[in-house]
Antibody, heavy 120, light 108 residues
Framework: QIRLVESGGGVVQPGGSLRLSCAAS????????MHWVRQAPGKGLDWVTLISFEESDKFYADSVKGRFTVSRDNSKSTVSLYMENLRVEDTAVYFC?????????????WGQGTLVIVSS | SYVLTQPPSVSVAPGKTATITCGAN??????VHWYQQKTGQAPALVMYYNNDRPSGIPERFSGSNSGNTATLTISRVEAGDEADYYC???????????FGGGTRLTVL
């Protein structure tokens, strides 16, 4: 079955950096774009970034552009999110999620998330 | 930026029909997707392309999109439908994915 497993969350000080990873299995990774979506405690869903299946296109939310970098390794079926200059407001559960392809712009599978806490 | 507006909460008695709206300017021009998130769980897709149900989603769930409002309708509501529901579109003008603020469905 399709699985997305995030790792790398933890506690980091404001201004610090962190790298999240997502291991995908159960589908042809090379044919799907991948999203990161976050959710602050008690808040709604907040889209972070999308990387295309060939890594040729990357899109970022305005709130993270210039601070977060998404990448993928198709040989290992992994997608990563490097976050730097972290702010308190970046505290959230970060979900890795699959784009089904085509032009839907939706998400059909989600990981369980990894918690990032930015605090001094 | 494109903004999706949802009511914060909707309450419905078991067996009745719940209607959750998602409002935005000319939303009919976009494909709207809906997610269900139960407490402590990851979101799950319950409707895509306005009114298509993923496999495993009951026929009680239906969707529509017209004018400035998209709607998720849940018929014969069950206790297990209690969750937060989010609408979402891809905004091609900004190349951003956009989520609504979410609606908490309470089954009385």
């Amino acid at each position: 079955q399709i699985r997305l497993v995030e790792s790398g969350g933890g506690v980091v000080q404001p201004g610090g950096s962190l790298r999240l990873s997502c291991a995908a299995s159960g589908f042809t990774f090379t044919t799907h774009g991948m999203h990161w979506v976050r959710q602050a405690p008690g808040k709604g869903l907040d889209w972070v970034t999308l990387i295309s299946f060939e890594e040729s296109d990357k899109f970022y939310a305005d709130s993270v552009k210039g601070r977060f970098t998404v990448s993928r390794d198709n040989s290992k079926s992994t997608v990563s999110l490097y976050m730097e200059n972290l702010r308190v407001e970046d505290t959230a559960v970060y979900f890795c999620a699959r784009d089904p392809g085509g032009d839907s712009g939706s998400i059909d599978y989600w990981g369980q998330g990894t918690l990032v806490i930015v605090s001094s | 930026s494109y903004v999706l507006t949802q009511p914060p909460s909707v309450s419905v008695a078991p067996g009745k029909t719940a209607t959750i709206t998602c409002g935005a300017n000319n939303i009919v021009s976009k494909s709207v997707h809906w997610y269900q998130q139960k407490t402590g769980q990851a979101p799950a897709l319950v409707m895509y392309y306005n009114n298509d149900r993923p496999s495993g989603i009951p026929e009680r769930f239906s969707g529509s999109n017209s004018g400035n409002t998209a709607t998720l309708t849940i018929s014969r509501v069950e206790a297990g439908d209690e969750a937060d529901y989010y609408c979402q579109v891809w905004d091609s003008d900004s190349d951003h994915q956009v989520f609504g603020g979410g609606t908490r469905l309470t089954v009385l």
